[in-house]
């Protein structure tokens, strides 16, 4: 993870957002302070960081369960357009 803080400008290009769409996000909280530094009244983001925290937690796997189907194709005539290329 980068350590480096860049301005807002370089956070909203990296995004494909403007910067007052990065600033709605931290008045929003949905950027964390700890993404970023802020001196005076200019503020500083761990790019990374902010990716990180948009991203939100992993999602968690989904296990999937394969059933085998009766009957599936049983409608014979739709059965002579199997061969068709398409």
Known sequence: ?????V???????CL????????????KGKIPP?????????YRFNVDAVV???RGPEETEVEVTYVEAD???SDTTNDNNLDKDI
């Open 1 to 5: 993870m980068s350590t480096e803080y």
């Open 7 to 13: 301005p807002i400008d370089d956070v909203a290009k």
């Open 16 to 27: 494909h957002v403007s910067p007052a769409t990065v600033r709605g996000w931290v008045r």
């Open 34 to 42: 700890s993404t970023y530094i802020k001196v005076g009244t200019t």
């Open 52 to 54: 990180e925290a948009l």
């Open 71 to 73: 009957n599936v194709g």
